[in-house]
C-alpha cells in the first residue's frame, strides 16, 4: 500500500473530531408541550471555532421557520442548554430545530424530530425521560406560528473576546486539517 493512500486518513479523521456539534435534547420522538418549559440541549467540539449560533425551530409539512434565539453563547464558560417556553405554538408531530450562523448561511446540525402537544395534552413519550430545566440556562418564550416577518425571540450580547480566537492557532486547527486532507486527497488521485 502506497502512504500517499494512507496519509489524509488521520487528517479527516482529526478534522470530524475538531467539528462535533450534536443536539441531545430534544431526543428523537420526544414530546414538547404547550404552556411548559422545555429544554434543548447540546454537545459540542471545543477546537471548532464556533463562538455563537442561532437557533431556528420548523417543521417538515409547513413552511416558514420560528426564530427562537440569536448568537446563543457556545464557549467552555457557558451552559450548554437553552430553556424554551411554548405558548400556542401549533400541535404536529413533525418539529425539528436547526443550530445555524443565520448571517453567512453556514449550518452546524439538526435535531431529530419531536412532537409539540397541546397544553392539555399529557406527554406519552417512550424515549426516556423529560429533561428538567436547567436553573443556569436562560429561558426564551416563544409564541404562534411561523413569521417571516418577526425576528427573533431573543438576541445574547455578543461573545467578547470572539476575535482574539480566530487569530489563536488551535481556532484554525479543524480548517487546516481539512485544507491538508483535500491536498493530501488530490495529490493521491494524481500519483
Known amino acids: 500500500m502506497r502512504l500517499s ?13 475538531s ?3 450534536v443536539i441531545t435534547a430534544p431526543a428523537e420522538n420526544a ?7 422545555n429544554v434543548i440541549s447540546w454537545e459540542k467540539g471545543v ?19 420560528t426564530y427562537i434565539a440569536s448568537t446563543v453563547p457556545a464557549d ?4 450548554s442548554s437553552l430553556n424554551v417556553y411554548l405558548e ?10 436547526l443550530f445555524l ?8 446540525t439538526t435535531s431529530p424530530r419531536f412532537s409539540v402537544l397541546n397544553s392539555s395534552s399529557t406527554a406519552t413519550s417512550t424515549s426516556g425521560s423529560t429533561p428538567t430545566p436547567d436553573s443556569a440556562a436562560a429561558t426564551v418564550t416563544v409564541s404562534g406560528s411561523p413569521n417571516p416577518t418577526q425576528g ?9 473576546g470572539a476575535l482574539p480566537a480566530l487569530v489563536e492557532w488551535r481556532a484554525l486547527m479543524g480548517m487546516g486539517a481539512a485544507l491538508v486532507a483535500g491536498l493530501g486527497g488530490a495529490l493521491c488521485v494524481f500519483f
Open 101 to 108: 450562523n443565520s448571517t453567512h448561511g453556514v449550518m452546524y
Open 76 to 79: 467552555k464558560a457557558s451552559p
Open 5 to 17: 493512500k494512507v496519509l489524509p486518513i488521520p487528517l479527516v479523521v482529526a478534522t470530524a473530531a
Open 152 to 160: 427573533f425571540v431573543t438576541t445574547f450580547p455578543a461573545v467578547s
Open 47 to 65: 477546537l471548532d471555532g464556533v463562538d455563537s449560533f442561532d437557533v431556528e425551530m420548523t417543521r417538515l409539512s409547513e413552511d416558514g421557520l
Open 19 to 21: 467539528a462535533y456539534f
Open 31 to 37: 414530546q414538547w408541550r404547550n404552556g411548559a418549559v
Open 88 to 97: 400556542d405554538i401549533p400541535a404536529a408531530d413533525d418539529y425539528f430545530l
